[in-house]
């Protein structure tokens, strides 16, 4: 097999992709080292994937005032790419994709250029097409290159489809995984029916990106009897914003939650971690004021860490909310074992060297 079809068994399988956030300077422009440095931390946690120029990454990078979707999937590609040489191993690559059907397809043609593996596509803004619009533009962009479907929470700018589109997602060629963000058990289930149902489902593999679930939804197996034949689906991997922060803890537990679902009972503190975990991406998300703060609340546990030197975002909307900090804080001091920062403090210094700071 060469690079990419390794790389697209390693997203069949399951792994762990966290999210990229956006480095930025004083004068909030891209600062490049700080980006190498955050691509370095996440490779070296052992994640099996890397995405980036998505939510977490700001949607507004593709504003032409700041034009810096394609610098960042440069950076990104070339992280991984030295990292895959220096250690003989494969790293998925996903890039965002946004916007009607000319913009999407342009961005996967760029982000087939630089050598990314999938691409995520988001249904961000785009909230008066009609459901066939999206398919379309599903089967648009799989003539490109393999798609991650993605089921985004209005919240941070997505919407509600019905159980029929994913359905039909389902059974677009070249679809190959979908991450459900949907941030509701009720339209995850649709998804994951859709998903089991499909004449493609052994080629779909589902990615949790339900932050307020992540634990419970790796542990689960959906079982769906239909006229008398039974399937089975559940969530292989995750693709979060979450797992931007406290990276290493996250791959040790994606391996235990693994393991545990392949045993017939499920200890019980696989339980109680969930609910932590959940209470944890509460503080980081900001869900008191509605998720408003769910950027910056990441970049401010990386900079608390010294992965990031700015807690600032390009827009001026996406900010800390009052008390988020203090939340965050809360957090580190109920669940010390869910954090990375001793592994942070021990690499720090090695890290910095690679990127030149």
């Avoid at 034009?67 to 494969?90: A, C, G, H, R, W």
């Avoid at 950027?295 to 909310?321: D, P």
Wanted: glycine fraction near 6%; charge should be negative.
């Amino acid at each position: 097999m060469n690079r990419h079809e390794i790389a697209l068994k390693k997203l069949a399988e399951g792994t762990v992709i966290p999210a990229t956030p956006l480095a930025l300077d004083a004068d909030k422009n891209l600062y490049e080292k700080g980006q190498r440095l955050l691509m370095n931390y996440y490779l070296n946690c052992g994640v099996g994937g890397i995405a980036t120029a998505v939510h977490t990454t700001q949607f507004e990078i593709r504003e032409p005032q700041y034009n810096l979707y394609e610098p960042v999937l440069k950076i990104v590609s070339e992280e991984i790419d030295k990292f895959e040489k220096k250690n003989d191993t494969v790293i998925v690559k996903v890039a965002g994709v946004c916007g009607k059907i000319e913009q999407a397809v342009k961005e996967a043609e760029l982000a087939k250029s630089y050598g990314f593996d999938a691409v995520l596509l988001s249904p961000g803004g785009l909230q008066d097409v009609t459901e066939e619009y999206m398919i379309e533009r599903t089967k648009a962009v799989a003539a490109i290159m393999p798609v991650i479907g993605f089921y985004l929470q209005p919240a941070a700018g997505g919407r509600i489809f019905s159980a029929n589109y994913w359905k039909e997602l389902c059974e677009v060629d070249n679809v190959v995984a979908i991450k459900c963000a949907s941030f509701n058990r009720y339209t995850t289930l649709d998804v994951v029916r859709a998903a089991a149902t499909s004449s493609r489902s052994d080629k779909i593999t589902l990615y949790t990106g339900n932050d307020d679930n992540i634990v419970i939804d790796l542990l689960t197996k959906y079982h769906f009897n239909v006229d008398g034949k039974e399937y089975v689906k559940s969530f292989e991997g995750g693709l979060l914003g979450h797992w931007s922060v406290w990276t290493k803890k996250v791959v040790e537990m994606f391996k235990v939650l693994k393991e545990a679902k392949q045993k017939d009972t499920i200890p019980a503190e696989l339980l109680t971690l969930a609910a932590e975990v959940t209470d944890a991406n509460s503080a980081f998300f900001d869900t008191a004021n509605k998720f408003k703060g769910s950027i910056a609340g990441l970049h401010r546990v990386l900079k608390n860490q010294g992965l990031m030197e700015y807690v600032h975002c390009l827009s001026e909307r996406e900010t800390l909310s009052p008390g988020q900090a203090e939340e965050i804080d809360r957090v580190y001091k109920f669940y010390p074992h869910l954090n990375d920062d001793a592994f942070v403090a021990e690499n720090l210094a090695a890290w910095k060297a690679e990127v030149g700071l």
